[in-house]
């Protein structure tokens, strides 16, 4: 079992910026790759970005430029860097820990608890 723990989110104006947190423990010698999803109001969960276990990462088209994932030194730690936020990216966020190598991302059963983003004036 790999246990997720979130932190970070909040409420912020627009063009704002904030930064996301997940740490991972547990069975973590299971996994070699995290990812940020998000669930908006009526709408499903989607990837927004993901670290593999080489490193490479990817983003969805909505949020390249902007966000920023990366692990840290431990690599049972990884943040989402998001910058000039828009009212669009409110969503719950989630961390999941999953597999995958070169930018390719596969999820599992393992998420965390979810931290809500409030975009806002």
Do not use: H
């Not at 000039?84 to 597999?99: H, I, M």
């Amino acid at each position: 079992q790999v246990q997720l723990v979130e932190s970070g989110g909040g409420l912020v104006q627009p063009g704002g910026s904030l930064r996301l947190s997940c740490a991972a423990s547990g069975s973590i010698f299971t996994i070699n790759a995290m990812g940020w999803y998000r669930q908006g109001p009526g709408k499903q969960r989607e990837l927004v970005a993901a670290i593999t276990g080489d490193g490479i990462t990817n983003y969805s088209d909505s949020v390249k430029g902007r966000f920023s994932i990366s692990r840290g030194n431990a690599k049972n730690t990884v943040y989402l860097q998001m910058n000039s936020l828009k009212p669009e990216d409110t969503a719950v966020y989630y961390c999941n820990a999953g597999f995958g190598l070169g930018g390719s991302y596969y999820y599992t059963d393992y998420w965390g608890q979810g931290t809500q983003v409030t975009v806002s004036s």
